[in-house]
């Protein structure tokens, strides 16, 4: 099996080192080259011909967003892993990237000298992503040959939704702004969104895509209350769920122990939502690596609520659609720019929309 072939951008030589020697002990990837800076990675892509770019943010001459640019400009598909650090300037940096064309973004630990919690960190985070986006051009069925028929049940009422769950990882911020920028401003039920960042990005996400959607985006808070045309994210190393209590419906923030490595995790979301709303729950699974939200659709299912994916050409990472739609769990696969119109057809427009749902 051919290696996957990664170039590192850094202008810190011990970060370069660091990341080479944790890369190299991995079989299925090698370290084909290091750059110190923008111009130096920009003349050695020619002949290195990498497979995956790990790019860092803050360069001199030029920076990650320029160095990035150029890369897009001569290769508008090779997968480009942001390295961010982890400060309120990082996290806006890298939604920049993101917005530019970046596949996914790593941040950077705290301590790149403890040798030990560095390299379980970046086995954990990094090397994982380099295999899957490094393999993502490769997949070639199509939705309409590989989709599976989906189960139904003689119970669905196909009742119009009182909520909206999205679950999203690797590629929402961009597929989020493309649905929200969509939106109308009478939109009728509440919105919850899992996006997997960590702390300081969701509430910079939230705010970015106030700016482009007509309705107000923001972090959800502990014991909100859920009305028609709100739009809550939840916080990075919180779960997002919802409960019920005595005429309203709240928000409810947690950090118990992560679900699929993830916290906030869309299962926690969705398993809330399909034991408060029931068959008016609708959940929508975006773009995104691995299996977070698959046992949530199976709840929202069991409950008889509605299921959509978004489908694999529209997707940067086909993980977490791909696992509810071979499940079986989806009603319906759409591409990203044709999902709100689907999301409106199902959603109800009745004024006592938030009523008692038990």
């Known amino acids: 099996m051919q290696k996957i072939r990664v170039l590192i951008v850094d202008d ?12 190299a002990t991995d079989p299925h990837i090698e370290v084909v080259g290091v750059a110190a800076t923008g111009r ?8 290195l011909k990498p497979d995956v770019i790990i790019l860092d943010i803050e360069m001199p001459d030029l920076n990650g967003l320029q160095t990035l640019s150029h890369i897009r400009n001569l290769d508008p598909k090779i997968p480009v892993i942001m390295f961010s650090a982890m400060t309120l300037k990082g996290a806006s940096i890298t939604l ?16 790149m000298l403890n ?17 899957v986006l490094s393999r993502r051009e490769s997949m070639k069925p199509s939705i309409a040959s590989s989709l599976p028929a989906v189960s139904t049940t003689s119970t669905r009422t196909n009742a119009l939704a009182e909520v909206v769950a999205i679950g999203v990882s690797t590629g929402g911020p961009n597929a989020l702004a493309r649905i929200l920028s969509t939106l109308p401003a009478d939109f009728p039920v509440p919105i919850l969104i899992v996006q997997h960042m960590p702390p300081m990005f969701t509430k910079l996400l939230a705010e970015r895509l106030t700016a482009k959607c007509p309705l107000s985006v923001r972090e959800a808070t502990m014991g909100a209350c859920l009305k028609p045309g709100t739009i809550w994210i939840a916080p990075g190393d919180y779960h997002l769920s919802v409960q019920h209590t005595r005429s309203e419906v709240q928000l409810v923030l947690d950090q118990t122990p992560p679900r699929n490595s993830c916290r906030p995790s869309v299962d926690v979301l969705f398993a809330s939502v399909a034991e408060t709303y029931g068959d008016r729950a609708l ?3 975006l773009t ?11 709840k929202i299912r069991a409950s008889h609520g509605q ?8 997707s940067v990472v086909w993980g977490m659609p791909k696992f509810v739609v071979n499940a079986g769990l989806a009603d319906a696969v759409f591409a990203i720019d044709d999902m ?16 008692s749902t038990t």
């Open 12 to 23: 810190a030589v011990m970060v370069r080192s660091r990341l080479s020697k944790i890369l």
């Open 307 to 314: 299921i959509l994916a978004q489908d694999e050409a529209s």
């Open 115 to 131: 040798t030990g919690d560095v390299t379980q960190y970046l086995e954990a985070t990094l090397i994982p992503k380099i295999k």
């Open 40 to 47: 130096i990675a920009l003349a050695k892509l020619p002949q």
């Open 283 to 285: 959940g929508v699974v």
């Open 340 to 355: 709100m119109p689907e999301i409106l057809r199902r959603v109800s427009r009745a004024s006592n929309s938030m009523r």
């Open 96 to 111: 920049d990237a993101l917005a530019l064309g970046a596949s996914d973004y790593v941040t950077k630990p705290d301590h």
């Open 288 to 298: 995104g690596m691995g299996q977070d939200g698959l046992q949530g659709c199976y």
